[in-house]
């Protein structure tokens, strides 16, 4: 069965900085996919990044990049210069299955909540 | 991207009655939707896979009963509480794929509140 794993609970980030948010998975599949989600106060979940088990590179979007160790099953979320509307819940996902495809259900990690301090 | 809404957004009720949610897409098609909820402070829980045309399919510990899922059409899947309980409260979120594997996009949420 498919595991996700975030150690952090919390963290507390000062503004402009850096910061890895850190993700471990299992999965007995050679296909899956690994996704970020954002989820403020509001509730909502904002997609973040996405990144694929044949991807040999790691994904980046604007100030967000995947560090994908696929040897390790680790796939972090680093934030360059971070900002005072990061602050949020982070959720680490993997979607799995057979038939990989948009019908795979996706688990999540239990979420890291950071606080970006001004 | 693809829009999902739900409604209500937010929903008080009376110890058990039923509370219907819905859950579109809005600009497209949808044959697999996920229905999740969440509470305060812990991270989305899996309830069921919804399947247009057939019957959902249930994680461990779900009440299939309790939880009734209806996806009639490829835009609509609905989540019925019924005889809702205090412990029902909780906030629910369905998403729905995209047309490929790295897309998958979430409604707004319900917030149910139980009485």
């Known amino acids: ?118 | 991207g693809a829009v999902v809404s739900q409604h209500p957004s937010w929903v008080i009720c009376k110890s058990g009655t039923s509370v219907k949610i819905e859950c579109r897409s809005l600009d497209f098609q949808a044959t697999t939707m996920f229905w999740y909820r969440q509470f305060p402070k812990q991270s989305l829980m899996l309830m069921a896979t919804s399947n247009e045309g057939s019957k959902a399919t249930y994680e461990q510990g779900v009440e299939k009963d309790k939880f009734l899922i209806n996806h009639a059409s490829l835009t609509l899947s609905t989540l019925t509480v019924t005889s809702a309980h205090p412990e029902d409260s909780s906030f629910y979120i369905c998403s729905a794929g995209g047309r490929t594997y790295n897309e998958q996009f979430f409604g707004p949420g319900t917030r149910l509140t139980v009485l």
Not at chain 1, 44 to 72: C, P, V, W
Request: with cysteine.
């Open chain 1, 1 to 118: 069965a498919q595991k996700i794993t975030q150690t952090q609970p919390g963290m507390f980030v000062q503004e402009k900085e850096a910061v890895t948010l850190d993700c471990t998975y299992d999965t007995s599949d050679q296909s899956y996919g690994l996704f970020w989600y954002k989820q403020p106060s509001s509730g909502e979940m904002i997609f973040l990044i996405y990144q694929g088990s044949y991807d040999e590179q790691n994904a980046t979007e604007g100030r967000y990049s995947l560090n994908f160790q696929k040897a390790r099953k680790s796939a972090n979320l680093v934030i360059s210069a971070s900002q005072l509307g990061d602050s949020a819940m982070y959720f680490c996902a993997m979607r799995e299955g057979e038939d990989y495809s948009s019908a795979s259900k996706i688990i999540f990690g239990s979420g890291t909540r950071l606080s970006i301090r001004p």
